[in-house]
């Protein structure tokens, strides 16, 4: 059989397989789609009690249905010896999944398994290869099961109490006794076996069972070393006994910390990433100190040591209410680690201390401040300590290295100074290494920050509401742009038991896992806890091929002029024009026709060619836009329910269907407020979207009714959607482009102006300060801080494999990842919200929530954008640790001056991206 053939016999066997329960209804369907395939190809017992469970509910008058049934357990028993099947289970692919049950080999795998995709598939499958090469030459039928269960189960005690039960010490293969302590014992603490010694049979092999488990040999040295001087592995022995029983204890709880542990791949060294993890999985008392000590205070561990303070002290905006550090107070667009009554007291003692001749901290050599040191320079050096401003690229405090030999020279007794030190010396401690990299300077911060008659109005001013969260003990604060109340609390989940991180109930969580470095699991947040949690693939890729060249995880590089980065073997890059002269265009040179096209996923492109280019097929795609179809056509839900539009966005190219509905009981519960209060189209707020049906309303959008917003339309969103009104379009997360429906297309370009011409007539600017862009494929520009994101498909659909209810796949969708990513936000006058792009990026604009916004406000969106971005280029727990987010792999500012902008002193350089990105990625 060809490839071609044996592609279409596997397509017929899963289509065979998922038709036999649709041939059928009612309770027989329901039984028929209980019955794994899986099951069945790997489980004799349970195909012969099939067939009889079918006929108890089953008619044998449905011809067609037992054919099918028939058919498939003729299959399933066809090569059912094949070792493989018992591992089925571990494969997250569907079809890869119907194509394991029924293989016969690991050959009939070829067409449709990926060992890059189902790694713990194919770890089990060459486990369970590797037992039966191992124990084929075992002549007893019963000894012979019994040396397969060592490679199926590692570590089950039950395989030794049958040997010793069978008596078949005398069967025992070479290979198999390798094994059996290979899989018994644990590389990580070996300590935790040395009980065993003691029952070792003379004074000789009891101290060589000690020496080799504290010296920390390799398996097979282990092995060699007791059997020179303890005898063959005999499992009836005691001390074989005991090494070969004694299985590592599982954890029973989460790590203290989660966010933390997804640090410590940060660390350069070995030792510390060690230490990092033992620290905050479980052995916090012991292994923090050591931390501390050997890895944090080093300037190699810089990445590592950024990531765990963000996970504490993430950097927010804004300072107040401070009396000692008052100069450090109304600084709304500045960052800052530890802005608190806290931190301006400690700066206090700081300053004192040091005026009184204290020895000046963290810098490894006896210091001390010179009495002639202004007190004010004091002042500001103590509270830049404690209150931690943060740069706002990098996230990091250095103090700039002019600032730093300024400070030193005029600041430091070098008379009591002793050894080889000097201001350069002890700088390189405090600054970057390089003039260019980012840094905090201490200058800002020796003057007031405003003019006395720069006082801001309350309408014209910022707030931050959620920060240092106010909400009671299991709670956590979610801002509300634009609706009435600006904030809520609501129930949360604290990741681990040290954590000051809190997901909202039924957010999705990242959990590094403790059986092998490098996988993952994810986990809900319900009102017990961190629950039904579900293993994720792992990512052994340490590399990505790039055009012949070997590129390192997690490295940064170029294409042509485009930054790239190797993220698990898989290569993401922004998609920019190269050419000297960058003029506006489409993906793939498409012409800029507005013919929208719907595709499966969810999204409108503006023309076929943009669809094709995306990599979908002519049956991928409908005519017309997402919005001008009505996804309730043809009564999709049953005669109890009622079928209500909700537009969703699939990341997940597997995601099949990407339903645009949803289907509710005409039973609800009016009272079942967990998915939140709805609009209708009078304007009207409802507690839930069955009150809403119930009283017979129309709903208009989701969400609580929205203020600030225009209910004239229609109007077209950037993502060429048509929506109602402008309110509606901010319910789903959407920028408007402009008033009416979708007309044109623009072309793609870096500069922030109009891009339709006379097609459309786009809204006026923000005047004299608008910041902002155009959004791809969008025709007017927008005012607002705005980034392009990257991520991991492959990621996504892992995490679409594990999924199993429908509403937990939409974890995989764009709300869920804008959501998750509004959530990051701390100033309440800023919104979120984005779009699909035609490169298949996902591009988010932070927009004042104001039509008239002030300058301030204008600047704290911008600051906000450029926020997000750090935290995703540093991959910082806050943003790892949560699914979609920890999908996203590289970020890109992408807001510039729309017009004459502003010039006042708050205003922070808008640094070009070209300049970042060569610090970023050449370091």
Same mark, same amino acid.
């Given at each position: 059989?060809?490839?071609?053939?044996?592609?279409?016999?596997?397509?017929?066997?899963?289509?065979?397989?998922?038709? #036999? #329960?649709?041939?059928?209804?009612?309770?027989?369907?329901?039984?028929?789609?209980?019955?794994?395939?899986?099951?069945?190809?790997?489980?004799?017992?349970?195909?012969?009690?099939?067939?009889?469970?079918?006929?108890?509910?089953?008619?044998?008058?449905?011809?067609?249905?037992?054919?099918?049934?028939?058919?498939?357990?003729?299959?399933?028993?066809?090569?059912?010896?094949?070792?493989?099947?018992?591992?089925?289970?571990?494969?997250?692919?569907?079809?890869?999944?119907?194509?394991?049950?029924?293989?016969?080999?690991?050959?009939?795998?070829?067409?449709?398994?990926?060992?890059?995709?189902?790694?713990?598939?194919?770890?089990?499958?060459?486990?369970?290869?590797?037992?039966?090469?191992?124990?084929?030459?075992?002549?007893?039928?019963?000894?012979?099961?019994?040396?397969?269960?060592?490679?199926?189960?590692?570590?089950?005690?039950?395989?030794?109490?049958?040997?010793?039960?069978?008596?078949?010490?005398?069967?025992?293969?070479?290979?198999?006794?390798?094994?059996?302590?290979?899989?018994?014992?644990?590389?990580?603490?070996?300590?935790?076996?040395?009980?065993?010694?003691?029952?070792?049979?003379?004074?000789?092999?009891?101290?060589?069972?000690?020496?080799?488990?504290?010296?920390? =040999?390799?398996?097979?040295?282990?092995?060699?070393?007791?059997?020179?001087?303890?005898?063959? %592995?005999?499992?009836?022995?005691?001390?074989?006994?005991?090494?070969?029983?004694?299985?590592?204890?599982?954890?029973?709880?989460?790590?203290?910390?989660?966010?933390?542990?997804?640090?410590?791949?940060?660390? =350069? +060294?070995?030792?510390?990433?060690?230490?990092?993890?033992?620290?905050? +999985?479980?052995?916090?008392?012991?292994?923090?100190?050591?931390?501390?000590?050997?890895?944090?205070?080093?300037?190699?561990?810089?990445?590592?040591?950024?990531?765990?303070?963000? /996970?504490?002290?993430?950097?927010?905006?804004?300072?107040?209410?401070?009396?000692?550090?008052?100069?450090?107070?109304?600084?709304?667009?500045?960052?800052?680690? =530890?802005?608190?009554?806290?931190?301006?007291?400690?700066?206090k003692w700081e300053a004192d201390h040091w005026a009184r001749g204290g020895i000046i901290r963290g810098l490894g050599v006896q210091v001390r401040a010179a009495p002639s040191c202004p007190a004010k320079t004091l002042r500001a050096a103590a509270c830049l300590l404690q209150l931690r401003p943060c740069e706002s690229r990098v996230h990091e405090t250095r103090?700039?290295?002019?600032?730093?030999?300024?400070?030193?020279?005029?600041?430091?007794?070098?008379?009591?100074?002793?050894?080889?030190?000097?201001?350069?010396?002890?700088?390189?401690?405090?600054?970057?290494?390089?003039?260019?990299?980012?840094?905090?300077?201490?200058?800002?911060?020796?003057?007031?920050?405003?003019?006395?008659?720069?006082?801001?109005?309350?309408?014209?001013?910022?707030?931050?509401?959620?920060?240092?969260?106010?909400?009671?003990?299991? +709670?956590?604060?979610?801002?509300?742009?634009?609706?009435?109340?600006?904030?809520?609390?609501?129930?949360?989940?604290?990741?681990?038991?040290?954590?000051?991180?809190?997901?909202?109930?039924?957010?999705?969580?990242?959990?590094?896992?403790?059986?092998?470095?490098?996988?993952?699991?994810?986990?809900?947040?319900?009102?017990?806890?961190?629950?039904?949690?579900?293993?994720?693939? #792992?990512?052994?890729?340490?590399?990505?091929? %790039?055009?012949?060249?070997?590129?390192?995880?997690?490295?940064?590089?170029?294409?042509?002029?485009?930054?790239?980065? $190797?993220?698990?073997?898989?290569?993401?890059?922004?998609?920019?024009?190269?050419?000297?002269?960058?003029?506006?265009?489409?993906?793939?040179?498409?012409?800029?026709?507005?013919?929208?096209?719907?595709?499966?996923?969810?999204?409108?492109?503006?023309?076929?060619?943009? /669809?094709?280019?995306?990599?979908?097929?002519?049956?991928?795609?409908?005519?017309?836009?997402?919005?001008?179809?009505?996804?309730?056509?043809?009564?999709?839900?049953?005669?109890?329910?009622?079928?209500?539009?909700?537009?969703?966005?699939?990341?997940?190219?597997?995601?099949?269907?990407?339903?645009?509905?949803?289907?509710?009981?005409?039973?609800?519960?009016?009272?079942?407020?967990?998915?939140?209060?709805?609009?209708?189209?009078?304007? +009207?707020?409802?507690?839930?979207? $069955?009150?809403?049906?119930? /009283?017979?309303?129309?709903?208009?959008?989701?969400?609580?009714?929205?203020?600030?917003?225009?209910?004239?339309?229609?109007?077209?969103?950037?993502?060429?959607?048509?929506?109602?009104?402008?309110?509606?379009?901010?319910?789903?997360?959407?920028? %408007?482009?402009y008033l009416g429906p979708c007309v044109a297309v623009g072309l793609i370009g870096d500069r922030p102006r109009e891009r339709c011409g006379a097609a459309v007539q786009c809204p006026s600017p923000i005047e004299p300060y608008c910041v902002g862009v155009t959004p791809p494929g969008a025709c007017c520009p927008v005012c607002g801080g705005a980034a392009r994101?990257?991520?991991?498909?492959?990621?996504?659909?892992?995490?679409?494999?594990?999924?199993?209810?429908?509403?937990?796949?939409?974890?995989?969708?764009?709300?869920?990842?804008?959501?998750?990513l509004g959530r990051q936000l701390q100033v309440a006058q800023c919104a979120l919200r984005g779009s699909v792009t035609p490169e298949g990026d996902v591009f988010v604009v932070i927009q004042p929530v104001s039509k008239k916004p002030s300058s301030i406000q204008l600047a704290a969106c911008v600051a906000e954008a450029e926020k997000l971005v750090a935290r995703?280029?540093?991959?910082?727990?806050?943003?790892?640790?949560?699914?979609?987010? *920890?999908?996203?792999?590289?970020?890109?500012?992408?807001?510039?001056?729309?017009?004459?902008?502003?010039?006042?002193?708050?205003?922070?350089?808008? /640094?070009?991206? *070209?300049?970042?990105?060569?610090?970023?990625?050449?370091?």
């Amino acid at each position: 059989m060809d490839s071609l053939d044996k592609k279409k016999c596997i397509f017929a066997i899963f289509v065979s397989e998922m038709s #036999c #329960c649709s041939r059928a209804a009612g309770t027989c369907r329901n039984v028929c789609s209980k019955i794994p395939l899986v099951t069945l190809g790997a489980d004799a017992e349970a195909r012969e009690k099939t067939a009889p469970q079918l006929l108890e509910f089953c008619s044998p008058e449905l011809g067609d249905f037992w054919n099918c049934v028939n058919s498939t357990l003729k299959k399933a028993r066809r090569n059912e010896n094949w070792v493989g099947r018992g591992c089925c289970h571990l494969v997250q692919n569907p079809i890869c999944r119907t194509t394991c049950a029924l293989a016969g080999s690991r050959h009939d795998l070829d067409e449709n398994c990926r060992a890059s995709d189902e790694s713990e598939f194919f770890s089990c499958l060459e486990r369970r290869e590797d037992g039966e090469r191992c124990c084929s030459n075992v002549s007893n039928e019963t000894c012979r099961a019994g040396c397969r269960k060592f490679f199926q189960m590692p570590g089950e005690q039950s395989t030794l109490k049958f040997y010793s039960s069978k008596g078949c010490f005398h069967e025992i293969p070479k290979c198999l006794k390798i094994v059996a302590v290979a899989e018994a014992k644990n590389t990580e603490d070996l300590k935790q076996y040395l009980h065993c010694c003691e029952k070792a049979a003379n004074v000789s092999c009891q101290n060589t069972c000690r020496k080799t488990l504290q010296t920390k =040999t390799t398996d097979q040295e282990f092995l060699d070393a007791l059997s020179e001087k303890c005898g063959p %592995v005999l499992p009836h022995i005691p001390l074989w006994s005991c090494l070969l029983q004694s299985a590592p204890a599982k954890p029973v709880r989460l790590p203290l910390e989660i966010g933390k542990l997804a640090c410590c791949s940060k660390a =350069t +060294q070995a030792s510390c990433r060690n230490l990092c993890w033992r620290a905050f +999985q479980a052995d916090w008392e012991v292994a923090s100190a050591q931390l501390e000590s050997q890895c944090l205070s080093v300037a190699a561990e810089g990445e590592l040591r950024r990531c765990l303070e963000d /996970a504490d002290d993430a950097c927010e905006m804004g300072c107040a209410g401070l009396s000692y550090c008052a100069r450090f107070n109304d600084r709304p667009t500045t960052l800052f680690r =530890t802005c608190s009554a806290k931190a301006d007291e400690a700066a206090k003692w700081e300053a004192d201390h040091w005026a009184r001749g204290g020895i000046i901290r963290g810098l490894g050599v006896q210091v001390r401040a010179a009495p002639s040191c202004p007190a004010k320079t004091l002042r500001a050096a103590a509270c830049l300590l404690q209150l931690r401003p943060c740069e706002s690229r990098v996230h990091e405090t250095r103090l700039c290295r002019e600032d730093c030999l300024e400070l030193m020279t005029s600041c430091v007794d070098w008379s009591a100074v002793t050894g080889p030190y000097s201001a350069t010396t002890l700088c390189s401690k405090l600054s970057p290494p390089k003039p260019d990299m980012p840094c905090v300077s201490l200058r800002p911060f020796l003057e007031d920050p405003r003019e006395e008659d720069s006082v801001l109005l309350p309408d014209e001013d910022i707030t931050t509401p959620c920060k240092d969260n106010p909400c009671p003990q299991g +709670q956590t604060c979610v801002l509300h742009p634009a609706s009435s109340k600006s904030f809520s609390c609501v129930p949360a989940c604290a990741l681990g038991e040290m954590s000051k991180q809190l997901v909202p109930l039924g957010s999705w969580i990242q959990v590094p896992r403790y059986d092998q470095q490098k996988c993952l699991k994810i986990c809900q947040c319900t009102p017990r806890g961190l629950e039904k949690c579900r293993p994720l693939n #792992c990512f052994a890729f340490g590399y990505c091929w %790039v055009q012949q060249l070997l590129v390192t995880d997690r490295a940064n590089f170029y294409l042509e002029c485009n930054p790239c980065q $190797c993220n698990e073997g898989e290569v993401t890059c922004s998609r920019k024009s190269c050419g000297e002269i960058k003029i506006p265009s489409l993906p793939c040179d498409c012409p800029s026709h507005y013919v929208p096209v719907c595709g499966r996923l969810g999204a409108t492109f503006a023309s076929a060619c943009l /669809a094709k280019c995306y990599g979908l097929s002519a049956a991928d795609v409908d005519f017309g836009s997402c919005s001008s179809r009505d996804p309730c056509a043809g009564d999709p839900c049953s005669a109890s329910e009622k079928c209500v539009r909700r537009p969703r966005v699939c990341l997940s190219p597997i995601y099949k269907p990407c339903r645009q509905f949803e289907c509710v009981p005409l039973d609800c519960d009016p009272r079942d407020y967990s998915a939140g209060p709805v609009c209708d189209r009078d304007n +009207q707020e409802h507690p839930s979207l $069955c009150s809403l049906i119930k /009283a017979g309303a129309s709903l208009a959008y989701r969400g609580p009714c929205l203020r600030g917003c225009s209910l004239r339309g229609p109007v077209c969103g950037i993502n060429g959607e048509v929506y109602p009104s402008e309110c509606a379009a901010w319910a789903e997360r959407t920028i %408007v482009d402009y008033l009416g429906p979708c007309v044109a297309v623009g072309l793609i370009g870096d500069r922030p102006r109009e891009r339709c011409g006379a097609a459309v007539q786009c809204p006026s600017p923000i005047e004299p300060y608008c910041v902002g862009v155009t959004p791809p494929g969008a025709c007017c520009p927008v005012c607002g801080g705005a980034a392009r994101l990257f991520y991991s498909r492959k990621q996504l659909d892992r995490i679409y494999y594990v999924m199993e209810e429908d509403r937990d796949k939409d974890t995989v969708t764009l709300e869920a990842m804008l959501i998750a990513l509004g959530r990051q936000l701390q100033v309440a006058q800023c919104a979120l919200r984005g779009s699909v792009t035609p490169e298949g990026d996902v591009f988010v604009v932070i927009q004042p929530v104001s039509k008239k916004p002030s300058s301030i406000q204008l600047a704290a969106c911008v600051a906000e954008a450029e926020k997000l971005v750090a935290r995703i280029l540093e991959r910082s727990p806050r943003i790892v640790a949560e699914v979609p987010l *920890g999908s996203l792999t590289r970020a890109e500012i992408a807001h510039d001056r729309v017009s004459g902008a502003s010039t006042n002193s708050f205003w922070f350089a808008l /640094a070009p991206l *070209g300049w970042i990105l060569a610090w970023r990625f050449h370091p």
